[in-house]
């Protein structure tokens, strides 16, 4: 059959270049081999332009989340945070002198992560210090029994994953709400947080065995404060200071959480807005249809595409990379460490007649990314997001004869330090030091993906095709 001539934008390769695969051509023929394909196949690429998205959906994640390493209390990025805190009072002459008690006082004490805010690699200049009026909501659930044994195995059985999902239904038993004055400073990273009275009146109930869970909200923040864990070397601790009858000395009752848990809660506007939230998983599900795509492909090879022969399956080519071009908009957006950060991305595909999320592998353009930067990033001053989409496309292709559409994820990543690095990974330098090209902590960001939906979106196949005279 004649080849025709392309309406659409169609450029051609013979071969693909080392600087796409970062390897030679025996590394290409290698790749071929493993896919089961010729090596005398030749990778051609098609550019096709102006493609509509038909549909895309925010899903905002609000699942609970471990504490045990760290914690996020307070509002950024339309997110707000609260913490929960497990704690278990075992000590039946410790409830009889605080009943006995003239005055008792309780406190939180946290250990802000310092290097969050004070590390030069994450933020332009220092951070600290701090100072704000914080208004808190001090929430608590009690509960106790009469037997010490029975009480701390049963504590010991409660699995860790249903507390979490349970914290989304906190129920509180009594809550009060106070201001405090945060103040963080270079050599003082500590918070000291005052425990309302009527837990400890409440807790004078309490015989021989007591479970605190303690909730605190802090919806009106002026920002987010990063404290560490339960499971660190800098864990929170609950004192209750208190002076026994009869006696002329206070004593004092520490207890560290057992476990404790991150909420989260959206706090947009407009919930159908296309945002997404860093730090989470907030996930952006695009669809976009296939009629264009397979159009080009077939005014590109000049035959019948899509293949409908057999069972369907078209493997007259492969498809070696796949890129997809959106339009961004970085002003929309807002975020704590004002680094660019990573969009990953994965696609759906057919297994075993269901559907299933692959996710895509990010090939390194290294001398794009030693001149240019990472092209997959947002907040990198950028007006295009460049993402790949291999196995995705591959099966579209592929399997394109039962009509289906492409349809993909994408939600934000770490941030990420030196945008410039072809590695894509913290690595070993041969000085034995370690090059961080990622930050170890997530940014609470948030960024409007509106530009994709309303403008159209590019795409570019590398394609390894055994057809005719190609």
């Known amino acids: 059959m004649t080849k025709k001539h392309p309406l659409l934008l169609l450029s051609l390769a013979l071969f693909l270049m080392s600087c796409i695969f970062d390897s030679d051509e025996t590394g290409l023929n290698s790749w071929l081999s493993d896919q089961g394909l010729p090596v005398n196949y030749k990778v051609e690429t098609v550019v096709i332009n102006d493609i509509d998205i038909e549909s895309s959906r925010v899903y905002m994640d609000s699942t609970p989340r471990s504490g045990d390493v760290y914690t996020v209390l307070g509002r950024v990025s339309n997110l707000s945070h609260e913490v929960v805190y497990d704690m278990a009072f075992m000590d039946s002459a410790f409830f009889a002198n605080l009943r006995s008690s003239d005055s008792a006082s309780a406190m939180l004490s946290l250990n802000l992560i310092k290097t969050f805010y004070s590390t030069k690699e994450a933020f332009p200049k220092d951070s600290l210090p701090i100072a704000e009026e914080m208004p808190i909501t001090v929430s608590w659930i009690l509960s106790g029994g009469s037997n010490k044994k029975s009480y701390v195995d049963s504590l010991g059985k409660s699995d860790d994953s249903l507390w979490y999902k349970q914290l989304k239904d906190f129920e509180a038993d009594n809550s009060a709400d106070t201001v405090f004055s945060i103040k963080f400073s270079k050599t003082d990273s500590s918070l000291y947080l005052h425990i309302p009275d009527d837990i400890l009146e409440d807790m004078k109930a309490m015989k021989k065995t007591c479970r605190l869970q303690?909730?605190?909200?802090?919806?009106?923040?002026?920002?987010?404060?990063?404290?560490?864990?339960?499971?660190t070397g800098y864990v929170p601790v609950f004192r209750v200071e208190y002076?026994?009858?009869?006696?002329?000395?206070?004593?004092?009752?520490s207890v560290v959480p057992f476990r404790v848990g991150t909420l989260f809660h959206n706090m947009e506007s407009d919930p159908q807005a296309l945002i997404l939230h860093g730090g989470i998983l907030d996930s952006l599900i695009i669809e976009i249809p296939s009629d264009k795509i397979l159009k080009a492909l077939s005014e590109f090879y000049g035959d019948e595409?899509?293949?409908?022969?057999?069972?369907?399956?078209?493997?007259?080519?492969?498809?070696?990379?796949?890129?997809?071009?959106?339009?961004?908009?970085?002003?929309k957006g807002?975020?704590?460490?004002?680094?660019?950060?990573?969009?990953?991305?994965?696609?759906?595909?057919?297994?075993?007649?269901?559907?299933?999320?692959?996710?895509?592998?990010?090939?390194?353009?290294?001398?794009?990314?030693?001149?240019?930067?990472?092209?997959?990033?947002?907040?990198?001053?950028?007006?295009?997001?460049?993402?790949?989409?291999?196995?995705?496309?591959?099966?579209?292709?592929?399997?394109?004869?039962?009509?289906?559409?492409?349809?993909?994820?994408?939600?934000?990543?770490?941030?990420?330090?030196?945008?410039?690095?072809?590695?894509?990974?913290?690595?070993?330098?041969?000085?034995?030091?370690?090059?961080?090209?990622?930050?170890?902590?997530?940014?609470?960001?948030?960024?409007?993906?509106?530009?994709i939906a309303s403008n159209p979106v590019s795409l570019k196949l590398w394609l390894a095709t055994n057809r005719g005279d190609k």
Do not use: C, W
């Open 305 to 331: 595409f899509p293949y409908e022969e057999g069972d369907g399956n078209d493997v007259r080519q492969a498809v070696v990379m796949a890129q997809f071009s959106f339009i961004v908009d970085d002003s």
């Open 334 to 451: 807002s975020q704590e460490m004002a680094r660019p950060i990573q969009v990953v991305v994965g696609s759906y595909v057919d297994s075993l007649g269901e559907e299933h999320r692959q996710m895509e592998y990010y090939k390194i353009n290294r001398e794009y990314v030693s001149s240019q930067g990472h092209p997959n990033m947002v907040f990198n001053g950028k007006d295009t997001l460049k993402l790949q989409v291999t196995y995705g496309m591959r099966e579209l292709i592929n399997r394109a004869s039962d009509g289906r559409n492409f349809k993909m994820m994408m939600r934000m990543g770490y941030p990420v330090l030196q945008v410039k690095d072809p590695t894509y990974s913290n690595y070993i330098t041969k000085d034995n030091d370690t090059s961080y090209v990622f930050a170890s902590n997530f940014d609470y960001a948030r960024y409007d993906f509106s530009s």
């Open 214 to 231: 303690l909730k605190l909200s802090a919806p009106n923040s002026a920002r987010a404060y990063h404290f560490y864990g339960s499971q």
């Open 243 to 253: 002076k026994p009858k009869g006696e002329s000395k206070s004593k004092i009752r």
